[in-house]
């Protein structure tokens, strides 16, 4: 896995040389930067790839994805707000505790980016721990809020072996 800062200059020269020289869905990224690169996770926790997000001052206008091996994957404008890679540990929180159920004993475990399915599903997977146990995952994405059981990922991947 290539380090932050080789993704964050891939990313640059993609905004500099990439789709808004000929596309006008990606006019905003004319005079942006790339911003703090995000490492996206398997949903086993395994680092996967990064997400940089395009800035314009400080709005993300888009992103770029970087494959492990630092290529550029793709190139993404965002039509609308995106806050996937603004939202802080607290607004992540914030929207995932209506689905955690403290009174009971439920808590807070790790919380890290994923690609819920194929790369560009992009999501902040919750851990919920109940006895020591991880009970089940709440994703928060740009588009809402969802849960799923740890063991329907453990089951789908020994299927596949």
């Known amino acids: 896995m290539v380090e932050a800062r080789v993704a964050q200059t891939t990313a640059r020269r993609e905004i500099e040389t990439g789709p808004q020289q000929s596309d006008s869905h990606f006019s905003s990224w004319n005079g942006a930067v ?24 400080k709005t993300v206008v888009g992103a770029v994805r970087v494959l492990a091996d ?6 993404l404008a965002y039509r609308g707000a995106s806050d996937l890679l603004t939202m802080d540990r607290a ?32 999501a902040w997977r919750v851990e ?3 006895a020591d146990e991880i009970v089940k995952w709440i994703f928060v994405a ?3 809020t969802y849960q799923r059981l740890p063991t329907e990922i453990n089951q789908r991947e020994s299927l596949t072996e």
Not at 70 to 75: D, E, F, L, N
């Open 91 to 122: 607004e992540i929180l914030k929207r995932a505790r209506g689905v955690i159920n403290e009174s009971k004993g439920e808590r807070v475990g790790e919380l890290i980016l994923v690609h819920d399915g194929p790369p560009g599903r992009e």
């Open 128 to 130: 919920v721990i109940f």
């Open 34 to 57: 790339p911003g703090e690169p995000q490492m996206v996770h398997d949903l086993s926790g395994h680092p996967a790839y990064w997400l940089v997000p395009v800035q314009q001052q």
């Open 142 to 144: 740009s588009g809402g």
């Open 70 to 75: 630092g290529r550029p994957a793709a190139s």
